[in-house]
């Protein structure tokens, strides 16, 4: 239980908006069963994943997991989503939200003076701790490499990028 984080990637399809992949996706199953013209144009995207004993098909992909880093789930729900913090969001993410982030992750880790001016943590139910200690830097090295490897290879031209929570 507590703070989970994630950026995932959806594929842009021909054809379809936004909207419709997403919903595309939420019933894949049924349109799968019908072999229509949307799950055609679904099946190229369609990965299969396994992990212990479970397994499953999506056209989501996880490209960057979180946990209880609550002053980067901040920034998301801050900068992406009004500062309206609810448990089961998802918001796409630009480049330039990359971009921005990442910025703020090296800012953070230069100076060291006044993180909580510049990713401050957010207080939550079983959100982690909010001191501005060595698992707060951490958690800002590691999110700043990330961002760095997803602002080089990460395709915008042809997947979306998005970011979701649960906790």
């Known amino acids: 239980m507590g703070l989970d984080m994630y950026l995932v990637s959806l594929p842009k399809i021909t ?21 229509d013209e949307i799950y055609e144009k679904l099946k190229p995207h369609i990965k299969h994943f396994k992990e212990y004993d479970s397994s499953w098909s ?14 980067i789930h901040n920034w998301f729900v801050e900068t992406l989503h009004n500062g309206e913090d609810d448990p089961l969001f998802t918001q796409e993410v630009t ?3 990359l971009l921005d982030l990442n910025n703020l992750c090296l800012q953070v880790l230069k100076e060291k003076d006044s993180p909580c001016n510049i990713l401050p943590t957010r207080p939550g139910c079983f959100f ?11 958690e800002i090295a590691e999110t700043q490499a990330l ?4 602002i080089k290879h ?5 997947h979306y990028l998005l970011y979701q929570c649960s906790w």
């Open 128 to 138: 982690g701790n909010l001191s501005y200690d060595s698992y707060y830097y951490r």
């Open 58 to 71: 999506s056209i989501y992909e996880e490209v960057a997991y979180w946990r209880k880093a609550n002053q």
């Open 154 to 158: 990460f395709n915008f031209e042809t």
């Open 15 to 35: 054809g379809m908006d936004y909207d419709e992949i997403v919903l595309a996706s939420a019933q894949m199953s049924k349109h799968k069963a019908d072999q």
């Open 147 to 150: 961002l760095a490897a997803l």
């Open 95 to 97: 480049k330039e939200n």
